[in-house]
């Protein structure tokens, strides 16, 4: 560990470059000098093309909302569909929950005890009881409707986008017995099969031969999802949709229509709404007990530890830089960090910890100069002796949050993970940065 | 200053403040709020003052749905229900029928959480709290292999784990006492605090062994609870000083952070306290009663 510190601390001062700018927030038109400025870290990314954005993903407890725990009564589902079924179910939550526009909904399935198959729904500022009730109060509903003269009156008719007036016909989900994505045999291109039982095969063969050059739409809760044209009568009670799919779109239909296949009934587990613990005027008000609390720490330690205080204080800066750059930038991975009340918790556990790697370098330093050795060696010694307690208390720290992780729920999880990435960074910071510092200084 | 002389007295404090927590968690309980239990926290907001009177006529209206209320209060023009689960079926025959009882008001909140999900929180809380304990032993057994024989590293691992439960039992105790007579309801943040706790009993426990175990490998084991003595008074500094920084924060959070992390904080500080006092007073000393009982019976 000899190595020139001038390489680490270029590494320092580039990440923490790095670390301010994601962790700015967008400014706009700041006048200085006669000249405006705008500033938006997330304009790097349009410049690139990429369609991301850099953001804190607040939970549920921060922002508040609805929170809900669906049950999927898996009764008349053969168990090899089951997870098919979930799947389709998900898909209709979502497209449900996409009506009410807000941002970020959050739709999960999982599955607990093996047996018991569960829809997690987080939406974020809707807390009208009623509109939950509608989220889930249908299974949802497969039809096909067939086009007719657009002169003709009948009713209960609809109009798509094309101005094609339907009409309903008796063919629905339940005569749909299995839905696969499968590729043309003609060209390779992903196309959706349908596999109907043998009532439907028998309507659906009724239905196409009328509707030879007409279209036939498949309805899912009341909207169009796809109105391919029949060239054919279909009499074998197998279909195949072809309209041009990738193998992403093909799939997604093919969810769809299994939604409307395998009606899944689904019953609220639990429900609830979220106020938000912080709300507006008391997040002001943790926002202000943060910064006052780092302030102590920073007065704190300068007392104590005079310099060596100054130094730790910069190095503790960094950590929080570095910590919530790389919450903001994992917004944009599929990783996404949520912060929560219990992150939060989590985060400020490892501030914690990352000032206590500082002391305890800093005491056992004294303790070295107290027996007369120079200055140089002190430090030195500082951080070798004091390395082994913070390694051994940093892995049970670890340990306690993998373990977290792997058991627990939600809130549990989203604790261990902060904690985890805190405790990583915090012993970066307490062993490079802060040994970087004092090297250069006392060199 | 003589840490070890006196261990039995540092003994007799901890169980000073357990004991009356141990009490109330066998009489009182914990002050589980629905998240746990499973339930329901109904909000009714009515366009006037609500009289106790109408509040009778709510809780006759859950009675005669089958469903148990555990608390029905109120404040101004709203009433807070909190009562057993109801589905939402039950939550419209209900609000209709307060509604044609009382006349119009609005249902603000609706927050039910069935049995099964509440159980499963606690649960895995639990399980996850007694495997880590195991790996930390464990991992401890093998990082302080190298202590010299009379000790042995297990030894240290069962004491950093006593010393969590301590602080487990001091933070449950205290807490069951407040849900008893102030009324402070357990939720998803405790446990947040109380895993936040654990983490740092655990942290604080290994730095102060960490000394006796280099103290150790330089002097040997021939005097052990010396060894201990001076590694407690050699690491006083450091504890004394980390736990006062967290703990300052700690009161500027408390002080004016909003309400309603309130509770969460006191969490946060009771378990802070009692995991430096623990690590200081408790497991360090143990390892000496430890090693004095084994030596007795060699004897």
Redesign the interface.
């Known amino acids: 560990m000899k190595k020139t510190p001038r390489h680490l601390l270029w590494l320092i001062i580039g990440l923490t470059i790095l670390a301010i700018f994601i962790n700015l927030p967008k400014i706009s038109n700041i006048h200085f000098a006669n000249k405006t400025f705008n500033f938006d870290p997330n304009s790097i990314f349009s410049t690139l093309k990429i369609n991301k954005v850099l953001t804190f993903r607040e939970g549920l407890d921060l922002k508040g909302g609805t929170s809900l725990?669906l049950?999927a009564n898996m009764k008349n589902i053969s168990s090899a569909q089951k997870t098919a079924a979930l799947n389709s179910a998900k898909t209709i939550i979502e497209n449900r929950v996409n009506l009410f526009g807000v941002s970020e909904p959050l739709v999960q399935t999982s599955v607990?005890n093996n047996n018991?198959y569960r829809i997690i729904v987080e939406i974020p500022g809707l807390?009208d009881?009623n509109q939950?009730?509608n989220l889930i109060g249908t299974t949802a509903q497969l039809t096909f409707w067939e086009e007719v003269a657009s002169s003709s009156a009948t009713s209960p008719a609809m109009i798509n986008a094309n101005g094609v007036r339907l009409k309903q016909t008796n063919l629905t989900g339940s005569d749909i017995s299995q839905t696969n994505v499968s590729f043309s045999q003609n060209n390779g291109k992903p196309e959706v099969q349908l596999v109907f039982t043998s009532a439907g095969a028998k309507k659906f063969a009724e239905i196409t031969q009328r509707l030879v050059g007409k279209r036939l739409a498949i309805v899912l809760d009341n909207q169009i999802i796809e109105a391919p044209t029949v060239n054919q009568a279909i009499l074998g009670g197998n279909a195949v949709i072809e309209g041009g799919f990738t193998t992403d779109t093909a799939t997604q239909l093919s969810t769809e229509l299994n939604a409307g296949a395998l009606p899944v009934p689904l019953?609220?587990?639990?429900?609830?709404?979220i106020?938000p613990?912080?709300?507006s005027?008391?997040?002001v008000?943790?926002l202000?007990?943060?910064a006052?609390?780092?302030i102590?720490?920073v007065i704190?330690?300068t007392v104590?530890y005079g310099r060596l205080g100054v130094i730790a204080s910069v190095a503790l800066t960094l950590y929080t830089l570095f910590v919530l750059g790389l919450f903001k930038l994992s917004s944009i991975t599929p990783y996404g960090i949520t912060l929560t009340?219990?992150g939060i918790?989590?985060f400020?556990?490892s501030?914690?910890?990352a000032?206590?790697a500082n002391?305890?370098i800093f005491?056992r330093m004294k303790?070295e100069l107290r027996q007369g050795k120079p200055r140089a060696v002190a430090i030195e010694l500082g951080f070798s002796?004091a390395w082994?307690?913070i390694r051994?208390?940093?892995?049970?720290?670890l340990?306690?949050?993998f373990?977290?992780y792997?058991?627990?729920?939600g809130?549990?999880k989203g604790?261990?993970l902060v904690?985890a990435i805190g405790v990583l960074i915090s012993m970066f910071s307490a062993i490079v940065v802060t040994r970087t510092f004092l090297r250069l200084i006392y060199k | 200053m003589n840490i070890i002389g006196k261990k039995y007295w540092y003994f007799l404090f901890s169980l000073i403040i357990i004991i009356p927590g141990i009490f109330s968690l066998l009489f009182y309980g914990l002050n589980l709020s629905v998240e746990f239990t499973g339930g329901s926290n109904l909000t009714f907001g009515f366009p006037k003052q609500v009289s106790s009177k109408e509040i009778k006529q709510i809780s006759t209206i859950f009675t005669q749905n089958k469903i148990k209320i555990q608390n029905i209060s109120m404040s101004g023009n709203q009433v807070f229900i909190k009562s057993g689960p109801v589905d939402q079926k039950q939550d419209l025959i209900i609000t209709q029928a307060v509604k044609n009882s009382l006349g119009n008001f609005q249902q603000q909140s609706y927050e039910t959480i069935g049995p099964t999900i509440g159980g499963e929180t606690l649960r895995n809380a639990i399980y996850a709290l007694i495997v880590a304990s195991f790996l930390i032993v464990l991992y401890i057994t093998w990082s302080f292999r190298s202590v010299p024989k009379p000790t042995s590293s297990l030894r240290f691992g069962v004491c950093a784990i006593i010393a969590l439960i301590h602080d487990i039992l001091v933070l449950l105790g205290l807490f069951s006492i407040f849900g008893h007579f102030l009324g402070v309801e357990m939720d998803s943040l405790f446990v947040t605090a109380a895993l936040t706790v654990i983490g740092f009993s655990v942290h604080d426990t290994i730095v102060v062994f960490d000394r006796i175990r280099e103290n150790l490998k330089r002097v040997g084991g021939e005097n052990f609870s010396e060894v201990v003595n001076n590694s407690i008074l050699q690491t006083l500094d450091r504890s004394l000083n980390t736990s006062l920084t967290v703990v300052l924060v700690l009161v500027a959070m408390l002080l004016f952070g909003g309400d309603s992390i309130r509770w969460f904080v006191v969490a946060l500080l009771i378990g802070v306290i009692s995991g430096t006092y623990s690590s200081v007073f408790n497991a360090s000393p143990l390892l000496v009663v430890w090693q004095d009982l084994i030596q007795k019976r060699k004897k």
Request: net charge negative; charged share 10%.
């Open positions: 725990v049950q607990a018991d807390t009881v939950i009730r019953s609220i587990l639990s429900s609830s709404i106020e613990t912080l709300g005027t008391s997040l008000k943790s202000l007990a943060g006052l609390g780092f102590i720490i704190f330690m104590l009340l219990s918790a989590g400020i556990l501030i914690g910890m000032v206590d002391i305890l005491e303790e002796r082994t307690s051994d208390s940093n892995i049970s720290t340990i306690t949050s373990v977290l792997m058991f627990g729920t809130m549990v604790f261990a904690l």
